[in-house]
C-alpha cells in the first residue's frame, strides 16, 4: 500500500530529513585519507543523537551500525569498519534519521583526497541521474519515468545502472511502497500523486551493473569490482512537482 501523506505529516518528514542533511554536509568536510569507516559511523551518530533523533538503520533488519559506508567498489550497505581511508577513494555514505514519527533517507559518493578523473565523472553522472529523474516526479506522471530518466542519462555517459538494489517510499516505515527501479521503459507502473514521498537514489557502476553480496550478508559490491556510486534524496511529490526534503538546514 502506497501512503500519502498530508502537509502536515511532510512538515514532520523535514525534521529527520533535515538531520540526514547536516550529517551529509557535515562529512564532506570530516572526510578524508586516514580516517576509517567507523570514524565516520560515529561521527554521523554523534550528529544524529544531538539532534534528539535515532539512526534509522541501527539494529535495522540486524544492521550493526548507524550509517552504510560503502567504499570503491562496494555499491551498498558497507558496514563500518577499521578501514582506513587512502588517497584517491571515493567512498558513498548513506544515512537515516528518525525522529517525529518519520524516517528521513540520504546518500553521497564522497571524494577522499584527489580522485581519478573517472572517479569524479562517475560521481557526478549519479548525481545527474538523480535530478533528472525526479524532474519526472510530477503528480500524473508514471513511476517508471523516473526510472528511464535515471537510466537514460547514466547510459549515455557509458555508465551502468545496478538492478539489485531499488528506491522506494519512505514515512512511517524505513520502506515502504512503491519500489522505485533505476531502470526501465517510460509510462509504466503507478501514477504518481500528491502526497507520495520517495527516496530516489541512483546506483551507478563503472563497469558491469552485476553486483554480488559478501558473505557478511549485507555488504554488496560490484561483480567486477568495477567502482560504484550512490546519490539518494527523499523527495516529496506536491502539487508544485517534487521538493527534496533532505537538501537544507535542520
Known amino acids: 500500500m502506497v501512503f500519502l501523506k498530508s502537509q502536515k505529516e511532510i512538515e514532520l518528514m523535514r525534521i529527520p530529513c533535515g538531520i540526514v542533511w547536516e550529517v551529509l554536509d557535515k562529512l564532506s568536510s570530516f572526510?578524508?585519507?586516514?580516517?576509517?569507516?567507523?570514524?565516520?559511523?560515529?561521527?554521523?551518530e554523534n550528529i544524529i543523537?544531538?539532534?534528539s533523533a535515532f539512526p534509522s538503520f541501527k539494529g535495522y533488519h540486524g544492521y550493526p551500525a548507524s550509517v552504510c559506508a560503502s567504499v570503491n567498489e562496494v555499491v551498498v550497505h558497507g558496514i563500518p569498519s577499521e578501514r582506513t581511508l587512502k588517497e584517491g577513494d571515493i567512498i558513498t555514505v548513506d544515512v537515516g534519521a528518525f525522529k517525529e514519527g518519520f524516517h528521513g533517507d540520504a546518500a553521497r559518493t564522497y571524494p577522499v583526497g584527489q580522485i581519478s578523473e573517472e572517479a569524479a565523472r562517475l560521481?557526478?553522472?549519479?548525481?545527474?541521474?538523480?535530478?533528472?529523474?525526479?524532474?519526472n516526479a510530477r503528480?500524473?506522471?508514471?513511476?517508471?519515468?523516473?526510472?528511464?530518466?535515471?537510466?537514460?542519462?547514466?547510459?549515455?555517459?557509458?555508465?551502468?545502472?545496478?538492478?539489485?538494489?531499488?528506491?522506494?517510499?519512505i514515512g512511517r516505515s524505513m520502506h515502504e511502497e512503491p519500489t522505485i527501479p533505476n531502470f526501465g521503459r517510460p509510462g509504466r507502473g503507478?501514477?504518481?500523486?500528491?502526497?507520495?514521498?520517495?527516496?530516489v537514489e541512483p546506483m551507478v557502476?563503472?563497469?558491469?551493473?552485476?553486483?554480488?553480496?559478501?558473505?557478511?550478508?549485507?555488504?554488496?559490491?560490484?561483480?567486477?569490482?568495477?567502482?560504484?556510486?550512490?546519490?539518494?534524496?527523499?523527495?516529496?511529490?506536491?502539487?508544485?512537482?517534487?521538493?527534496?526534503?533532505?537538501?537544507?538546514?535542520?
Open 31 to 44: 572526510i578524508k585519507p586516514g580516517i576509517s569507516t567507523k570514524d565516520i559511523d560515529k561521527f554521523a
Open 49 to 51: 543523537n544531538s539532534r
Open 123 to 135: 560521481i557526478r553522472v549519479t548525481e545527474e541521474s538523480f535530478f533528472n529523474g525526479i524532474e
Open 139 to 169: 503528480v500524473g506522471n508514471r513511476l517508471s519515468d523516473i526510472s528511464s530518466a535515471v537510466q537514460q542519462t547514466v547510459e549515455k555517459n557509458g555508465f551502468a545502472v545496478v538492478r539489485d538494489f531499488f528506491g522506494h517510499g
Open 190 to 199: 503507478l501514477r504518481l500523486k500528491e502526497g507520495m514521498v520517495i527516496a
Open 205 to 250: 557502476t563503472a563497469g558491469s551493473y552485476e553486483t554480488k553480496t559478501l558473505s557478511d550478508g549485507w555488504t554488496a559490491v560490484t561483480a567486477d569490482s568495477s567502482l560504484a556510486a550512490h546519490y539518494e534524496n527523499t523527495v516529496a511529490i506536491t502539487g508544485k512537482g517534487p521538493e527534496i526534503l533532505t537538501i537544507g538546514s535542520v
